[in-house]
């Protein structure tokens, strides 16, 4: 079935530690690729997105993400996190065939130890 | 910074009451979007508005939902008699272009039906 997943409900990582969160997606042709950031109480933010070109992007607050074709993957990265970093993550795509909607994975809950 | 409004912020009513939620776009924006999150689940695609008619709509968006752009600036969303299920958390969004460019998403609306 066509879907956004991300395996991860929680994590918890400490303050200053890497982190990484998953994301596949299972549609026939790669789509457009999103990570968005929902702190508590407040709307959801664009971290960053993944067209075409460099697997390898760069996004807000210090955060990056790698598309890999072959795994059908986006991971979210951030080398050193910060307290301020604890909130909801969603991975979502938008497909080609109907550039009208966002569609969301389940979100990664991330919180920080301090 | 431009951003998407949205009021009120929260909105408590009585099963089988028509609500109607706003919401003002950034104003050079041409798509405008309606999702939900029920609490502890994804968030979820409504529909779609763009040139004043819908572009696309999910399963979700039957014909107790309705939306309007009735002036310049606003764009509401209008449950006519509201189930318990409805319940949920609403965003309004909006992009420039289609939605593989950035969503600009308000802070929510959350509607408690009671």
């Known amino acids: 079935a066509q879907s956004v997943t991300q395996p991860d409900i929680h994590i918890t990582v400490s303050e200053g530690a890497s982190l990484e969160l998953r994301c596949n997606y299972s549609?026939?042709?790669?789509?457009?690729l999103f990570w968005y950031v929902q702190s508590p109480g407040q709307g959801l933010q664009l971290l960053l997105k993944?067209?075409?070109?460099?697997?390898l992007v760069q996004g807000i607050k210090g955060f990056e993400a790698e598309f890999k074709r072959s795994q059908s993957s986006f991971n979210l990265r951030k080398p050193s996190v910060h307290w301020s970093d604890a909130a909801e993550y969603f991975c979502?795509?938008?497909?080609?065939?109907?550039?009208?909607?966002?569609?969301f994975g389940s979100g990664t809950r991330l919180s920080i130890r301090p | 910074e431009p951003e998407v409004t949205q009021t009120p912020s929260h909105q408590v009513t009585q099963m089988g009451q028509e609500v109607i939620l706003r919401c003002v776009p950034i104003?050079?924006?041409?798509?405008f979007y309606w999702y939900r999150q029920i609490l502890g689940q994804k968030v979820e695609f409504l529909v779609s508005?763009?040139?004043?008619?819908?572009?696309?709509k999910s399963e979700i968006f039957d014909d107790q939902f309705s939306v309007e752009r009735p002036d310049g600036s606003n764009f509401t969303l209008k449950i006519r008699s509201t189930k318990l299920e409805d319940s949920a958390m609403y965003f309004c969004?909006?992009?420039?272009?289609?939605?593989?460019?950035?969503?600009?998403f308000g802070q929510g609306t959350r509607l408690t039906v009671v």
């Open positions: 969004a909006s992009t420039q272009e289609r939605a593989n460019t950035e969503a600009f």
């Open positions: 549609y026939g042709a790669t789509p457009y």
């Open positions: 993944y067209f075409s070109g460099d697997t």
């Open positions: 979502a795509v938008v497909l080609y065939s109907s550039a009208s909607k966002i569609i």
């Open positions: 104003s050079n924006h041409l798509y």
């Open positions: 508005f763009y040139n004043n008619e819908i572009s696309e």
